[in-house]
């Protein structure tokens, strides 16, 4: 009886673990803001010793759409961080606004102080089977994140 037990434990173990392995990418994110939040997270507040958002796949494919995944892929030389407007940062007053929500399209203004300069960012997301993703971000001047990826090719 012990045995057989046993062996149904290990077999729903088993099972368990190969759905989980065929399930895909853990989900994104469950709100526009959160997205958001957590790009800025990778910077923190202040001087630190981050290095910012990180290009690897894996990263660019969890908070973007392919579009910006490819147009990542594909930059050559990007001259500065887009998401902080420059190449390095100390960031200190980040501000994420609730987003605007209509259907499966969001905006989510961002405040923030870089250096002690203040920039102001909108992001447009877009939400997937799997969640919220960053589909673009926009600055007051009209660059937009796309725009810089293109031109870096």
């Known amino acids: 009886m012990f045995k057989r037990i046993l062996t149904s434990t290990t077999t729903a173990a088993t099972l368990t673990l190969a759905l989980l ?3 895909p990418a853990r989900a994104q994110f469950a709100t526009p803001e959160e997205a ?23 990263t660019l ?20 961080d887009f998401f902080i407007q ?11 606004a609730p987003a605007a929500v209509t259907g499966d399209k969001a905006t989510v203004a961002v405040e923030l ?3 002690g300069q ?8 877009a939400k997937g089977k799997d969640g919220w993703r960053i589909a673009d ?15 870096s090719r």
Request: no cysteine; charged share 30%.
């Open 61 to 80: 494919r969890r908070f973007f759409v392919p579009a910006i995944v490819q147009g990542y892929e594909k930059a050559e030389l990007i001259d500065a």
């Open 118 to 125: 203040p920039l102001h960012l909108d992001f447009e997301l």
């Open 21 to 23: 392995a065929a399930a």
């Open 137 to 151: 971000a926009r600055t007051p001047k009209g660059d937009t994140l796309r725009k810089t990826l293109a031109r």
């Open 113 to 115: 102080k870089n250096m």
């Open 86 to 96: 420059g190449q390095d940062f100390e960031l200190s007053d980040v501000k994420v």
């Open 36 to 58: 958001v939040t957590k790009l800025y997270a990778f910077y923190g507040t202040g001087k630190t010793d981050l290095m910012g958002l990180p290009q690897d796949k894996k």
